[in-house]
């Protein structure tokens, strides 16, 4: 459980999964208490305690029923946010006096309520002429019908989610035609759109993000024949697991997307090396984010054995002055020719993450650093679970960034060990989160981490060093670093657990 209080302690915000506490109300902002199951009478106690509660989010909560969401309705009428999950035993009765009596609602979310239809939602078109976003998840009987009335009645709504529901054309001509505003579209194993249907979203002017998950018919021929304005306005694109999706949907969109910040890519194996680059040439002005998660990239075009030596073959952008975040992780055809691109081309990079990238290597690593010379800001690097990076990575990346850095997690580098990890603390000054599970590193290697001058650490992970002793937790003893509230210490059998007790009185969070 999470609740939340104003300045002047009362409640108002409450988050619960499955569970209230069997103590009083605490006087602290966020607490944890020994809990048991929810139901209406602790709702309803908690309802009439709170009128000015603002915020309800009730999870798995599957002995609450009506009884408990009316008495919410009628005691906390300033309530802004309800998000109900798995709520099985919660039907249309229910929330419908909760939208003629909660005439504030700004956010709902129904997600696994097998008893609410459509009945409910044209009840929140009618009185919730406030609410900005509707998301609807897992809802066998709410239909088109339903999600209709929501975006056609309330002219205040700006994001829109739906998931795992049959969806006709009309509910996204209607997005389409709702002017200027919505602004967040997401839609996730939806099914029953046509070619059609699916064109409507770039019509929808103000569109700002947009997120497609698995979405059955979603095909190249989607993106046919668009008008030179669809998607003109979009900043942020996330596309998981669209299979029928190939490099050519990943032009149009790139093209006509001329305000793209943000670009994540998550499951896709149809894509190639090759459509990637002009993607990013396409937005290379404005592109600030991108993000490739079990992308292959491997399929006909993709020319990763010649980028590194003849980089001319492919059309690369000139630059992508303002990408400042990239994330790669465990994505086939991407190896050192592709970071050591980014580090020509994006000067503006902060945020780096290589995770679980076996294709890249401690020469890539040094590559793409050596680039960055003179223009360094990189502030958080992420080498998780890459099986080619080693200690030159870490010398590379701890030299040439060591003005900035603030978090270098090597979690699962094993070829990571103390030669690489003594130099971390000495060069980065202002390090406060260091994740060194995983690597292959002794007491001597904690010693020097921890050692003479070292930075304020707030969060050390240590987990899963099999090779550190008690003789390391000593030399956090004589650390005393203030600053540090989290130690992970899992997987580590030779620490003692009377050793490990006597760390945990003076850091707030120790895993063991």
């Not at 946010?81 to 709520?87: F, I, P, R, V």
């Not at 997307?257 to 680059?277: I, K």
């Amino acid at each position: 459980m999470a609740i939340g209080m104003d300045a002047c302690g009362i409640l108002t915000e409450l988050s619960v999964i499955n569970t209230l506490p069997c103590s009083p109300l605490p006087h602290h902002h966020h607490h944890h208490h020994h809990h048991r199951h929810v139901s209406d009478v602790g709702l309803s106690a908690i309802a009439q305690a709170c009128s000015n509660l603002r915020s309800l989010a009730l999870h798995y909560c599957t002995k609450v029923t009506d009884r408990g969401i009316a008495t919410v309705a009628q005691n906390c009428r300033a309530l802004k946010n309800l998000e109900l999950t798995h709520a099985v035993s919660v039907t249309n009765h229910g929330l419908v006096i909760l939208a003629t009596r909660c005439l504030k609602l700004a956010s709902l979310s129904l997600t696994a309520c097998p008893r609410v239809t459509d009945r409910s939602l044209e009840a929140f078109s009618k009185h919730s002429t406030h609410l900005k976003s509707i998301t609807v998840a897992r809802c066998p009987f709410i239909t088109d019908y339903g999600i209709l009335s929501i975006v056609v009645m309330l002219t205040k709504l700006e994001t829109v989610k739906l998931s795992s529901m049959k969806l006709g054309d009309g509910v996204l001509r209607a997005i389409a035609r709702s002017g200027e505003q919505i602004k967040t579209l997401a839609l996730e194993q939806v099914w029953g759109v046509s070619v059609t249907g699916y064109r409507c979203i770039g019509e929808t002017t103000r569109l700002k993000g947009l997120s497609l998950d698995a979405c059955t018919g979603l095909t190249d021929r989607c993106f046919r024949r668009l008008s030179p304005t669809s998607f003109a306005g979009l900043k942020k694109v996330a596309m998981t697991s669209c299979s029928s999706l190939t490099d050519w949907s990943l032009l149009a969109l790139t093209e006509l997307a001329v305000e793209l910040e943000s670009l994540h890519l998550d499951t896709f194996e149809a894509f190639t090396y090759r459509g990637l680059m002009i993607a990013l040439r396409n937005c290379s002005r404005t592109l600030k984010v991108l993000t490739l998660v079990k992308c292959d990239f491997r399929g006909r075009g993709a020319l990763e054995q010649q980028e590194v030596y003849a980089p001319r073959l492919l059309p690369l952008p000139a630059q992508c002055s303002m990408l400042q975040t990239v994330k790669l992780e465990e994505c086939e055809g991407l190896g050192d020719g592709f970071i050591l691109w980014i580090g020509q081309a994006c000067k503006s990079i902060a945020d780096v993450s290589f995770v679980r990238m076996d294709s890249i290597t401690d020469y890539g690593i040094k590559s793409f650093m050596n680039q960055l010379k003179g223009w360094n800001r990189i502030s958080r690097v992420d080498l998780s679970g890459s099986a080619g990076v080693g200690n030159r990575s870490v010398w590379a990346v701890t030299r040439e960034c060591k003005a900035r850095l603030r978090s270098l997690l090597l979690r699962g580098c094993e070829r990571v060990s103390d030669r690489g990890a003594a130099v971390i603390t000495r060069r980065c000054t202002k390090l406060v989160e260091l994740d060194l599970g995983g690597c292959s590193i002794s007491d001597e290697a904690v010693e020097k981490v921890v050692g003479e001058d070292p930075p304020d650490l707030e969060v050390l992970s240590l987990a899963g060093c099999t090779r550190i002793t008690d003789r390391s937790l000593d030399a956090l003893d004589e650390y005393g670093g203030l600053g540090l509230n989290r130690l992970d210490l899992t997987g580590c059998p030779g620490l003692s657990q009377f050793r490990v007790n006597f760390i945990k009185i003076y850091i707030d969070v120790v895993d063991y």
